[in-house]
């Protein structure tokens, strides 16, 4: 039969706290890909859906359009959808000229693996464990009449999970209008409300119970749903970016509009080394997936020292794009300028006092004592390449016969075509100590009681011995090892104030400690 889907996106979404700061709640991931995929790929390619948008609307229709531009979509834009005279109830209203026919109503943080049935008849998904303490139910009443119940109920027979198939679509829209006119001001109202006053009124709904639910409308439902599906992928969140896979393509988010236009120009610039740019949208880019191993996962010290030989030949190309002078002053303001900011950042958000610290049963000066006696003059002093900006194994892809490189930096202080090599192996330096895989697991140990530090970490042999061939590679190439090193300090500092507690005290204190390792042997 023919039907619609009408997927609510409107709403904020403060439930989920600084993961809805700077997108939609639909677009926040859930394994692989966002909570709205896995709602769009339920139905069948030919369903159209009915999509309301309100906040960052436009990054769900952008989304959308960019993921699946096989299917077709009808954007309803909501006027009001947070304060006063705003609800559930009401961004539905808005879509109702678009569904003039049977529809299923899917809330956007609805997920399941059931069948969906058509709305061939009117009927109410319902789950039967769980706690309602934040959900509506159902009670089934003689007649197998659904008996409807607010948030808390105890006596329960199925929670309400925000999917509805709605035959009778003109009595629905009749019913939920006159609920809204008669309080414009409830932002309570919804579809249950409707779906009630259709019951009392002798209105068929069939319970149709639902064996797989997942909710990600909060904070500990999603955790829940990211353990759950099963084809998570461990990956550091950031709430102003996000990286989405699919079979045939992946899809990189941010917030910050200006790097992905940075990101696509550099893509031209890295030309084959990187994945072919198959489309763009404003906070949205997507390139083709490229088929092979996470070079993490399969990097032996052999193969690494055959990698590092073809970085060499095929990204570290001379490049010279501005003036030496002007170069180095690029190179200054990143790697001096940018870390007094990340540091500063860092300090006060954590309410640390810069001040001489025993780490590790050593004594070491303040950081501003540490900075002091770099030389960024001599760490400025290079020459300009072509690089990729976050040369980690996590960005490497090892395929049949070369390799890929993906998640390529924006820019190199504002720079798109040319940068640091050093920065480059630096960051390879720093990937072979702190990875993905070591902070997923939580191997790494920091404990501090304001006069003593211990930080601690740990990592696989072959990445020890593939650090080895990194610094074997530095020497025979003529490259400056103590630079490297000073450099992965640097980046470990930088990075504090971009990660979560106590992963990025751990960083703060181990970057202070490499750093003095490195200043002492001057």
């Known amino acids: 039969m023919k039907y619609k889907v009408l997927l609510t996106t409107s709403g904020v979404g403060s439930r989920l706290g600084d993961l809805t700061k700077y997108t939609n709640k639909s677009l926040v991931r859930i394994g692989k890909k966002p909570a709205i995929s ?12 009915v999509v309301t948008l309100g906040y960052f609307g436009e990054q769900v229709k952008d989304f959308l359009e960019l993921a699946y531009p096989e299917r077709k979509f009808e954007f309803v834009k909501v006027d009001a ?8 109830g009401y961004s539905m209203l808005q879509a109702k000229k678009n569904l003039k026919c049977p529809f299923i109503y899917h809330a956007c943080d609805t997920l399941t693996t059931d069948t969906i049935p058509v709305p061939n008849k009117n009927w109410i998904a319902g789950y039967k464990e769980g706690d309602t303490t934040h959900y509506a139910s159902w009670k089934i009443a003689n007649k197998n009449i659904p008996l409807f119940s607010d948030k808390g109920a105890i006596d329960f027979d199925y929670i309400h ?15 939920l209008e006159l609920l809204y006119k008669r309080n414009p001001n409830d932002t309570t109202l919804n579809d249950c409300q409707a779906l009630e006053k259709m019951i009392d009124e002798g209105v068929g709904f069939k319970l149709v119970e639902f064996a797989n639910w997942l909710d990600i409308g909060n904070i500990a439902a999603l955790h829940h ?34 790097i992905i236009k940075k990101r696509v120009e550099r893509a031209k610039v890295l030309n084959h080394l990187v994945p072919k740019i198959e489309g763009v949208r404003d906070n949205f ?44 002053e690029v190179c200054r303001d990143f790697y001096q300028d940018k870390t007094l900011k990340r540091i500063e950042k860092f300090l006060l958000e954590n309410n640390i006092k810069d001040k001489e610290d025993i780490i590790n049963g050593e004594k070491i000066p303040s950081i ?29 892809i090892k395929t049949k016969s070369s390799y890929c490189l993906v998640d390529w930096r924006q820019d190199f ?18 990937n072979l100590t702190v990875n993905h895989d070591i902070i997923s697991a939580n191997q790494f140990t920091i404990k501090t009681d304001g006069k003593k530090v211990e930080c601690d970490i740990l990592r696989r042999q072959a990445l020890v011995d593939c650090q080895k061939e990194l610094f074997l590679f530095a020497d025979k190439n003529g490259f400056d090892v103590k630079k490297i090193r000073m450099l992965s300090s640097i980046i470990w500092l930088n990075m504090s104030p971009l990660h979560h507690y106590p992963f990025n005290v751990f960083l703060f204190y181990f970057g202070k400690y490499n750093l003095w390792q490195v200043l002492k042997k001057q």
Request: aromatic share 18%; proline share 2%; hydrophobic share 35%.
């Open 81 to 88: 959808y947070e304060g006063p005279g705003t609800s559930l």
């Open 161 to 175: 999970i925000g999917l509805v198939g709605v035959y009778e679509h003109e009595k629905y829209w009749k019913t």
């Open 413 to 430: 202080g504002g720079l798109i075509e040319s940068g640091d090599r050093y920065y480059d192996l630096a960051k390879l330096n720093h």
């Open 368 to 396: 501003k004592d540490l900075l002091s006696k770099v030389d960024f003059k001599w760490l400025s002093n290079t020459e300009q390449y072509k690089m990729h900006g976050d040369f980690i194994l996590e960005n490497i």
């Open 225 to 258: 749903a990211r353990n759950t599906v099963e084809d998570h992928f461990d990956n550091l969140d950031k709430i102003d970016e996000s990286i989405f896979l699919f079979d045939n393509f992946v899809i990189k988010f941010f917030y910050n509009k200006d």
């Open 38 to 49: 896995y709602i769009v790929e339920s139905y069948p390619k030919e369903i159209p859906f």
């Open 285 to 328: 880019y997507r390139y083709h997936f490229t088929k092979g191993d996470l070079y993490s996962r399969v990097a032996t010290p052999k193969d690494f020292a055959s990698f590092l030989e073809w970085a060499k030949k095929n990204l570290w190309v001379k490049n010279k794009t501005v003036d030496d002078k002007r170069f180095k």
